[in-house]
């Protein structure tokens, strides 16, 4: 049986200009639980593959484009054991920025003990106006699958709203 995946969502407004000091922060969460960054997802103007790529092939790509100016569409940060099968599915630690929300998730069978506030941190990359974290069971529950507006509800157990 899959371990419940844990998700904090934190909804905003756009910050354009620290999309690199978002990604610094995100590789010292995941170091910080001994996890490193093995995949990426990226879409940006200059970049946009039809999958995730392994973050051993395209780290320097990604830390050009942030470092450039940039604004990406999406930046996705997975930390997957090496037997995995999804990345999604298979991922202790994740990281999602868009220009609207900042997902961090993680699976409490593959990681525990995750401290709270450091994931409160992520909320300064956004201009922050709300914010939930719930969980789920079910495969693919990742952060930009979550939709406030439109979400399939019955997917997620609701464990509390952050206010703005």
Sequence with gaps: MRGREINYTFWGEPID???YEWYLAVRT???KYGLKIT???????????DNVVTA???EKELIRILQSGEVPKTIECYSV????ITVIGDSRLSCIRTKNFISV???EDRIDGIDENDIMEMKKYIRFKSGEVFSSYRYGT???SYDQIHGKFDDFEHIK???G
Aim: no cysteine; hydrophobic share 25%; net charge positive.
């Design 105 to 107: 998730f993680y699976n």
């Design 29 to 31: 969460l995941f170091e």
């Design 142 to 144: 990742a952060g930009y």
């Design 39 to 49: 995949h990426y997802g990226i879409s940006s103007a200059s970049y946009s593959p």
């Design 81 to 84: 054991p090496k037997d995995f």
């Design 56 to 58: 051993k092939r395209k």
């Design 17 to 19: 200009t620290n999309w």
């Design 161 to 163: 709203t952050i206010e």
